[in-house]
């Protein structure tokens, strides 16, 4: 079975680190971006979930929950 794709989006390094890593450790591929034009990008690549600060750098996290719920509305 292939490792769940998982974006962790947050503008702080300090904050994304140790969740990504935690996520990794768990046996998931994760993803991470520190704006919002990243998230989305890797949302286009398809997700199985999404943990995204409400503050990503220049903009907030609602165009990239947004973009997640836009192309997989399950």
Do not use: I
């Not at 989006?9 to 990243?38: I, S």
């Not at 989305?40 to 929950?65: I, K, M, N, Q, T």
Request: aromatic share 4%.
């Amino acid at each position: 079975m292939p490792a769940r794709r998982v974006l962790v989006a947050d503008r702080d390094a300090l904050a994304r680190w140790p969740m990504a890593e935690q996520l990794r450790a768990a046996g998931f591929d994760v993803v991470e971006a520190r704006t919002a034009a990243d998230a989305v990008a890797h949302v286009a690549g398809g997700l199985d979930l999404a943990f995204v600060d409400e503050a990503l750098r220049e903009e907030d996290g609602a165009p990239v929950l947004a973009s997640a719920a836009l192309l997989d509305p399950d």
